[in-house]
């Protein structure tokens, strides 16, 4: 989960302004957490509560009615009875790590990330995009296997994780669309040498950067282990106390450093 938020911190200041190069600052002065650090957070709230991400989604969300939400996920905050939508957007992978981290079978992170994400994003492509995001996160942390990750989520998934970064890089545009962003984001993992290396992949693909490194640096986190202390340092200062406060819970729940 720390690796979520800290990808989308590091890719914040990358999402309207594109970088195709691995070799940036992880640190830039206009870094910010954004949108998919508090619905992440939301929904770990909602796992160590009663499970109801509608209602914690809802409530956490709008704290933060500036954080760049959607045109439509904004409508659905501002509404007094939000309902799905029939999204594809992404939104519902850039929020699912907790998922990933808290349940321990198959079918319990698959029914979870279906529960999370069609409170809004109840499109096929929706939900697919965070199971596939769930499913890499458990795999990573309990196969250690990049193998079987690769092989269960495109059996499942059917998503083409053959591709390489620098294959997908040159043509490579913006793209809010699950179907165009989680199996980049995993391709951005499974290539990868480190969590810091798996970052800087899905930021240099020049998309919506804050959402790759947010789904990559879930998935690196739970593979490659705990982040790097000067990146979960950068995580506590950028987030504001009440997020960082329910992400420290959560850690601390599920075992997490």
Not at 84 to 97: C, F, I, K, Q, T
Request: charged share 20%; with cysteine.
């Amino acid at each position: 989960m720390i690796g979520a938020i800290a990808g989308d911190i590091i890719g914040s200041v990358y999402e309207f302004e594109p970088t195709k190069t691995k070799d940036f600052p992880l640190l830039h002065p206009l870094s910010t957490f954004t949108d998919d650090s508090v619905l992440t957070v939301a929904v770990a709230k909602a796992i160590m509560g009663d499970r109801d991400y509608g209602k914690s989604v809802w409530e956490v969300g709008r704290k933060y009615p500036d954080a760049g939400y959607g045109g439509m996920f904004a409508e659905w905050l501002e509404s007094s009875d939000p309902q799905p939508y029939n999204s594809w957007g992404n939104g519902s992978a850039m929020r699912v790590s907790p998922v990933g981290f808290a349940f321990e079978t198959v079918d319990t992170v698959l029914e979870q990330a279906a529960r999370s994400a069609e409170i809004s994003h109840n499109h096929p492509e929706g939900i697919k995009g965070a199971q596939a995001t769930a499913l890499s996160i458990f795999l990573a942390r309990t196969t250690q296997d990049k193998d079987i990750i690769r092989a269960e989520i495109t059996d499942r998934f059917g998503y083409d994780l053959d591709r390489t970064v620098d294959e997908i890089r040159p043509a490579y545009q913006f793209d809010v669309s699950c179907q165009g962003t989680v199996p980049e984001a995993i391709i951005s993992f499974l290539e990868s040498s480190s969590y810091e290396d798996a970052v800087r992949n899905a930021i240099s693909l020049g998309g919506d950067a804050d959402t790759l490194a947010c789904i990559t640096g879930g998935i690196a986190e739970a593979y490659y282990g705990p982040v790097p202390e000067a990146i979960h340092i950068l995580v506590k200062a950028f987030l504001s106390e009440d997020l960082w406060t329910i992400t420290q819970q959560f850690c601390y729940e599920f075992g997490l450093n």
